[in-house]
């Protein structure tokens, strides 16, 4: 059985809590889009567990101000409690005049986690 409308819709609600933690250094809210054991990986570089994960969050906005993730053309699929999920990535720095800093793709793996749809794995790819 294919995934319902409403799982669409709350996954598609997961990628937007994602880019928005992320872009606000909300390590807790970051880390909790993904499972226990979760990994970001970003051209074979892991960043797994709750606690990486969080302390990820909390630097990008320190190291980057104004930094912004736009993730589009998100496309799931699956059934039951697993998912696939692909999206491109554009990211910014905020300001009069935005400057693109790189854009890239996600390839990830989903699940629903205590009646709740997280990340798996998340691995990001540089476009060079």
């Known amino acids: 059985?294919?995934?319902a409308a409403p799982d669409i819709a709350e996954i598609t609600q997961l990628y937007?809590?994602?880019n928005l933690a992320v872009d606000d250094g909300d390590g807790d809210g970051?880390?909790?889009c993904f499972v226990g054991d979760g990994a970001l990986v970003t051209d074979g570089s892991p960043?797994?567990?709750t606690a990486a994960l969080a302390d990820f969050a909390r630097s990008v906005p320190v190291g980057m101000p104004g930094i912004r993730h736009m993730a589009t053309n998100v496309r799931v699929t699956g059934?039951?409690?697993a998912a696939t999920g692909r999206s491109y990535l554009m990211l910014l720095i905020a300001g009069a005049q935005p400057q693109v800093l790189m854009t890239g793709?996600?390839?990830d793996t989903l699940r629903r986690d205590n009646g709740a749809?997280?990340?798996v794995r998340r691995d990001f790819t540089?476009?060079?």
């Open 1 to 3: 059985m294919a995934l």
């Open 30 to 32: 970051f880390a909790a």
């Open 117 to 119: 749809w997280k990340f």
């Open 16 to 18: 937007a809590a994602y």
């Open 47 to 49: 960043i797994e567990g």
């Open 79 to 81: 059934e039951r409690d």
């Open 105 to 107: 793709r996600y390839s």
């Open 126 to 128: 540089i476009d060079r």
